[in-house]
């Protein structure tokens, strides 16, 4: 559960900083009106092109903030798992006191899980807010691409994983 928080926040927190960001760089003035039949219900006051602008770069925002954390998820997967370290980098971190970021694989994957779920969140908003014509198809392309080369990326790092297993079942029955 600890690692689901930091996805979620970054997810909530880069979108509202990214439309607050957004109307900044653009000089789009933000009203935001409280509907009065309702306590939680808001209305902002913007012109149809402002939406698309504002929506389209807050999701790439949001989304590149979500598919750096899983790219660092993805970094440990391959170059700091104590499966498959190479022993230069391990020499190295030990040098330098950082032994404590080479992670088992309960640890990276199921991180990286969670990330690889957020990211995904972050695709299928995206392509609804590209479905209702409040983003930039492009921007749905490429959200769909970066996605599908992080998904890859990771399903190989696990079959390589998987593999490793197979071939060595005597290294991962330690206790």
């Known amino acids: 559960m600890d690692n689901a928080i930091l996805p979620a926040a970054l997810l909530v927190v ?3 900083l990214g439309i607050l960001l957004v109307a900044q760089i653009f000089s789009i003035d933000l009203y935001i009106e409280q509907n009065t039949n309702n306590i939680l219900s808001f209305q902002t006051i913007l012109s149809s092109q402002d939406i698309i602008t504002v929506t ?4 790439l925002l949001m989304f590149g903030l979500i598919a750096l954390g899983f790219t660092l ?9 104590n499966s498959h370290i190479n022993p230069i980098t391990l020499m190295k971190l030990s040098d330098r006191n950082l032994l404590n970021l080479v992670k088992s694989s309960y640890e990276i994957y199921h991180s990286a899980s969670i990330w690889l779920l957020f990211l995904w969140i972050s695709t299928i908003i995206i392509l609804g807010n590209v479905l209702n014509h409040v983003v930039y198809p492009w921007i749905g392309n490429l959200v769909i691409l970066v996605t599908l080369v992080l998904t890859t990326i990771f399903l190989q ?3 390589k994983e998987i593999e490793n297993i197979k071939k060595h079942p005597k290294d991962y029955l330690k206790y």
Do not use: M, R
Request: aromatic share 22%.
């Open 14 to 16: 880069s979108k509202f």
């Open 56 to 59: 389209s770069y807050s999701d």
């Open 73 to 81: 998820n993805l970094i440990i997967a391959i170059f700091l798992h």
């Open 157 to 159: 790092d696990v079959y």
